[in-house]
């Protein structure tokens, strides 16, 4: 029986944020940049997470797996994924979980790959040290992932460093790293942002066939209202460290309660 997206109590959520407040510390004092940040997701739904730039969005995907930057730090809150809470887990099984059964997304993929490994080889490390696969496996799973996210002539490129693919493929390739462990839960933090119209739109085709065919749950962080409507289940709204509002999306869009979001929507064109 297919099982709906009702988002309802009845429904136990994949991932469960509860009040998370992160902190970050300095000589001049403590600025909380989340304050009570409380989200769930269901599986196989589509959350988004839009707000303005500075509001918390990176720093709440970051708070959540664990991957804040001294001197910052999650000073209260539960995160749980399947029951499990990966606020009391030592850092190596977040670490595994990390590899496993998220899989994180960024904007520029520059910044997330090894320079000086092929993008085969980034997945591959992935595959046999969270899966243990063996060397030719990994190879060729490595070659199936990037023909499944649409990476031309993947056993060809799958030997190719980050720097000799374009943009929008480094994206793609991310993606087929994050996705390579078959993870409950996929984050995108801005995944399109840093390219052009087109290929940001085949990027998104791209999620959302991935999210149709693997049932996968995503938490989907943009600016971009628009990516929203098109991709998105549910939606969360950020303002200043906490989430303002959250429901469905037609129904937040039609008649958005607070003045932030409703601002937010008056600007579109
Ligand atoms: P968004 O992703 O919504 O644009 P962020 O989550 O990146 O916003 O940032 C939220 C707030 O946290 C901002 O005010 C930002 O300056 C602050 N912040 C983020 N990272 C750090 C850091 N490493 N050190 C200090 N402050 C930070
Ligand atoms: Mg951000």
Same mark, same amino acid.
Do not use: C, I, K, S
């Given at each position: 029986m297919k099982q709906a997206?009702?988002?309802?109590?009845q429904t136990v959520p994949l991932l469960d944020i509860r009040g998370l407040r992160t902190e970050f510390r300095s000589d001049h004092g403590t600025v909380r940049v989340l304050n009570d940040v409380s989200l769930s997701v269901s599986s196989g739904e589509v959350l988004g997470l839009v707000g303005e730039s500075g509001s918390g969005k990176s720093v709440t995907a970051l708070s959540l797996l664990g991957l804040? /930057?001294?001197?910052?730090?999650?000073?209260q809150g539960q995160v749980l994924l399947n029951g499990r809470d990966l606020m009391t887990m030592d850092e190596r099984a977040l670490s595994d979980l990390r590899g496993r059964e998220v899989g994180l997304v960024l904007q520029d993929a520059m910044t997330a790959?090894?320079?000086?490994?092929t993008i085969g080889q980034q997945i591959c490390e992935t595959l046999r040290r969270h899966l243990g696969l063996g060397r030719a496996q990994a190879r060729r799973r490595a070659i199936d992932l990037l023909d499944r996210v649409g990476i031309p002539d993947p056993g060809r490129r799958v030997?190719?460093?980050?720097?000799?693919?374009s943009g929008g493929m480094r994206q793609r390739a991310m993606i087929a790293m994050a996705l390579s462990c078959e993870p409950k839960l996929l984050i995108a933090d801005e /995944?399109?942002?840093?390219?052009d119209v087109t290929i940001q739109a085949q990027v998104l085709d791209l999620l959302r066939s991935l999210k149709e065919e693997m049932g996968m749950s995503l938490i989907m962080i943009t600016h971009d209202l628009g990516i929203i409507a098109g991709l998105a289940d549910r939606v969360a709204v950020m303002y200043a460290g906490n989430i303002v509002e959250a429901g469905p999306v037609r129904q937040v869009f039609k008649a958005p309660v607070h003045p932030y979001t409703q601002g937010l929507l008056a600007s579109i064109p």
């Open positions: 997206n009702t988002g309802t109590a804040v /930057p001294r001197p910052g730090r999650v000073t790959m090894n320079p000086v490994l030997d190719d460093y980050p720097h000799q693919f /995944p399109t942002t840093a390219l």
